[in-house]
């Protein structure tokens, strides 16, 4: 059976997650390879259209990767009914007033988080793509990463038994920008601009806790700002107004407590960027990007404290290697293909713009409880829900 190709406007493509991960390794990937696979076995093709401020950039884009549509024009894309599908990768900013626009214009919608800077424009967006009927998606990509996926087995398997507590540690350093250049964008440490780490993590927490573990329930944390001031791309110097890390506790449902560290002013002495230790009844796990170790109650030493001796057990060796068993793919690429399988033929979907609210609602839950020292409950959301 052949199938109309699936139009999709991709706005924020000359933005690193949005060049790199949507554009290239997802959607020019899965049109390089004759579209996405449906349920019958047939494919459907996939064709973008470039959206942006800056026609130059727009323009190189396309010429190198053979695409033949791009606009500065989002008004003119989103009247066109060949493209049926909204990509949103900009800055937070950016997001609401364009998504409100595609949601109007009867577009499904599938969009980086946050879906807003604030919990009252995210239920708004997803009470409006209730009331339009429009399908729409938010990228929960760290549940793709290998490590977690890894994890994820453990879990379904029973390995931990109840399941007690969560220390998670994300960060490195990133470099001020005067003597040495940012690996991250100034907006980033500017809260006028949506920086700040809370904004940029906890919504991707919320997801990993409530999808691994249970929903977040409540919350206390604490946001700072190590780094006062940075430089630029121009070399500029500014204030860094936005919070650069951030300690928090989550409270799960079941009694689970999880607590998660997140920087941009730290060193890394870990193996991975990210690293989550999952403690239970019967065993624990240390899980990060790719890999993944494992220490069943039966291999578990009887540690006995003692400041007088030197320690010569190596607790490392004491842990498992989880096998990977399985072939993982990018996970963008693979989270694409499941929302244009949703929008081709109604296929399960389950990340969508009320989860994305869920993410933003934790973020302002932790900056709220920072600023007052107090622990914020989480009570559940509906998309009819006000703020």
């Not at 599908?85 to 950016?94: E, K």
């Not at 009470?127 to 087995?153: E, F, I, S, T």
């Not at 998670?168 to 690996?183: H, N, T």
């Not at 069943?296 to 490392?316: C, I, M, Q, S």
Request: with cysteine; aromatic share 10%.
């Amino acid at each position: 059976m052949a199938h109309d190709p699936i139009g999709i406007i991709m706005n924020g493509v000359s933005g690193r997650m949005g060049y790199r991960q949507h554009l290239l390794r997802s959607v020019l990937a899965i049109r390089a390879e004759g579209g996405v696979q449906l349920s019958d076995g047939t494919r459907v093709q996939v064709e973008p259209i470039l959206v942006g401020r800056s026609e130059s950039k727009l323009a190189d884009i396309a010429k190198k990767h053979d695409i033949a549509d791009w606009t500065t024009d989002l008004d003119a894309a989103l009247s066109d009914p060949r493209w049926t599908v909204y990509g949103d990768f900009q800055i937070t900013g950016a997001r609401v007033p364009a998504i409100r626009r595609a949601i109007a214009a009867g577009k499904a919608v599938y969009t980086e988080k946050p879906t807003a800077g604030t919990l009252e424009e995210a239920l708004e967006l997803a009470a409006l793509a209730k009331a339009a009927g429009v399908k729409n998606g938010v990228v929960h990509d760290k549940l793709y990463l290998p490590g977690l996926r890894k994890l994820a087995r453990l879990v379904e398997s029973g390995f931990f038994g109840r399941v007690l507590s969560i220390r998670g540690e994300f960060g490195y350093w990133v470099f001020e920008g005067d003597w040495q250049a940012a690996q991250r964008p100034s907006w980033n440490y500017r809260s006028e601009d949506g920086g700040g780490i809370v904004a940029d993590m906890f919504p991707h927490w919320n997801y990993v806790l409530e999808n691994l573990f249970g929903p977040v329930e409540a919350v206390y944390a604490r946001a700072v700002t190590h780094i006062p001031e940075r430089s630029d791309e121009q070399g500029q110097a500014y204030a860094a107004t936005a919070d650069d890390a951030a300690y928090a506790v989550f409270e799960l449902a079941g009694g689970v407590v999880a607590q998660l560290n997140s920087s941009w002013a730290v060193r890394v002495n870990r193996k991975e960027l990210v690293e989550f230790q999952v403690d239970g009844t019967h065993g624990s796990a240390v899980a990060g990007l790719f890999g993944c170790r494992a220490q069943h109650r039966t291999g578990t030493p009887k540690p006995v404290w003692n400041p007088d001796l030197a320690e010569t057990h190596d607790y490392f060796d004491d842990w498992a290697e989880v096998p990977d068993n399985d072939v993982y793919a990018n996970g963008f690429r693979e989270q694409w293909e499941q929302f244009l399988r949703h929008v081709a033929e109604d296929a399960p979907y389950t990340f969508d713009l009320l989860a994305g609210a869920r993410g933003v609602r934790l973020a302002e839950a932790g900056l709220e409880s920072s600023r007052t020292g107090r622990r914020i409950e989480l009570p559940s959301l509906t998309a009819g829900d006000d703020a």
